[in-house]
């Protein structure tokens, strides 16, 4: 069983940044895909960026250049760096760990999850 804790959202302005942290408690997280996933009110979950045990990493269309996520150099963390946000990246975000390599872009693909945490853009 691996809990996942997210942290680091917060309320923004348009243009600013913000790095979410996630902490799977108990369990390195190098054998696991990661994923950072959000919704917003209304709106169906959706995968924002993915990355792969061995490193490869795959973003969503709205976020590239502008999302990055990484893990940190004893694999118990994982980050997502966001930068240039906008009112659309309003939304709670969740981290995601499965054991598996596909890495898949869908919810139903993703074992564990975290509680989230809620980020806003304000214009």
């Known amino acids: 069983q691996v809990q996942l804790v997210e942290s680091g959202g917060a309320s923004v302005q348009t243009g600013g940044s913000l790095r979410l942290s996630c902490v799977g408690s108990g369990h390195r997280l190098s054998a696991y895909s990661l994923a950072w996933f959000r919704q917003a009110p209304g709106k169906e979950r959706e995968g924002v960026a993915r990355?792969?045990?061995?490193?490869?990493?795959y973003y969503e269309d709205s976020v590239k250049d502008r999302f990055t996520i990484s893990k940190d150099n004893a694999e118990t963390i994982l980050y997502l760096q966001m930068k240039s946000l906008k009112p659309e990246d309003s939304a709670v975000y969740y981290c995601a760990a499965d054991p598996g390599l596909a890495c898949p872009a869908y919810v139903s693909g993703w074992l564990y999850w975290g509680q989230g945490t809620q980020v806003t853009v304000s214009s």
């Open positions: 990355i792969r045990a061995d490193g490869m990493a």
